[in-house]
């Protein structure tokens, strides 16, 4: 490593789906590689397992973090507020199935370095690793959440060392307590500390990005609007323009050990005839799942607008 070399911090959570977590974490390990003489990529994660999550995390050089699961918002504020000791200039956050190539790590100091202070993705690529089904989901400007449109997707947000010191090295409120709808959240707080969001498409920045469903994910497969479906091989291809024929040879066996679970086997089907658009947080319906988000950004904005600011 260079002297004087930029420092980017990479932070992600991990919660079961051992053998997916563990190809994952050691592709960004390769990455961390790979990029030495550019950025010193800080390494970091989250686990809820104890040993179980700690080792592939240490195997692929991470620094490792134990938390409780739940919530889910105080388990990413805690890797989060890790990342501070190491002082990078900005941090990317992904799941522990979200597959980035490397030239999103220098297209994000870049955006830093010229004043964008919270950054993603449009759309990604998304395979399910059971059916090898896959397609691109183009963004929230594909969705009936119209009011989401402009926003990143969560595969890959960027946020710079100016950001982060202003929430205090925190990119959830302390309430609402959340284990779903996560993306949403960290926008709707960032926002109150005076930042926006700017998307872009893989295309403008040079990177591609891939999500990996399995039977575990929060959000599945046919709940989002796809382009450019297909099925089978060519779901490797695919994966192989990202990470490569060594780390596609592993996702490869791991697909034949999975089990498919049941549905899987079913082709792709969304279908938006019952949902109408959504255009403002206040049309947001109440529901069991869901209660009442105007209620609960009501409390977020007393909660962190009664903060002393830094």
């Known amino acids: 490593m260079l002297m004087n070399t930029p420092r980017l911090a990479l932070a ?44 592939p995390c240490e195997e692929a050089g991470f620094h490792y973090i134990e938390h409780e699961n739940e919530p889910v918002t105080y388990k990413w504020n805690r890797v989060i507020q890790e990342a501070q000791r190491y002082s990078p200039e900005g941090m990317v956050l992904v799941n522990s199935d979200d ?22 993705l449009k759309g990604t690529d998304i395979i399910d690793l059971m059916s090898l089904q896959f397609g691109t989901w183009p963004g929230y400007e594909a969705s009936f959440m ?10 890959g947000r960027g946020f710079s060392k100016r950001l982060l010191e202003k929430t205090n090295w925190r990119l959830w409120p302390p ?24 998307a872009f498409t893989m295309a403008e920045l040079g990177v591609r990005a891939v999500q990996i469903k399995t039977d575990c994910n929060i ?45 899987h086997a079913a082709p792709y089907h969304y279908s938006s005839a019952s ?11 109440v529901s069991p799942e869901h209660g009442c988000t105007v209620t609960w950004m009501k409390a977020m904005r007393e909660a962190v607008l009664g903060e002393e600011r830094p």
Not at 99 to 120: H, I, K, N
């Open 12 to 55: 992600t959570t991990v919660w079961k789906r051992p053998e997916l977590t563990r190809i994952v974490l050691a592709y960004y390990g390769e990455i961390r590689r790979r990029l030495a003489d550019q950025i010193d990529l800080v390494l970091l994660a989250v686990g809820s397992e104890g040993a179980h999550s700690r080792k």
């Open 99 to 120: 597959l980035v190539s490397m030239e999103l790590f220098p297209a994000f100091l870049d955006c830093f370095r010229r004043g964008l202070d919270y950054v993603g």
């Open 146 to 155: 119209k009011f989401r449109i402009g926003e990143p997707a969560g595969c």
């Open 175 to 198: 309430v609402p307590k959340k284990n779903s709808s996560m993306d949403f959240w960290c926008t709707q707080f960032v926002k109150l500390w005076g930042f926006e969001p700017r």
């Open 219 to 263: 959000t599945t497969l046919n709940r989002l609007p796809l382009t450019d479906v297909g099925r089978g091989e060519q779901a490797f291809h695919l994966l192989e323009g990202i990470v490569g024929p060594e780390f596609t040879e592993q996702f490869r066996d791991l697909q034949r050990e999975l089990a498919p679970a049941p549905g």
């Open 275 to 285: 949902r109408d658009p959504i255009h403002s947080i206040e049309e947001i319906p």
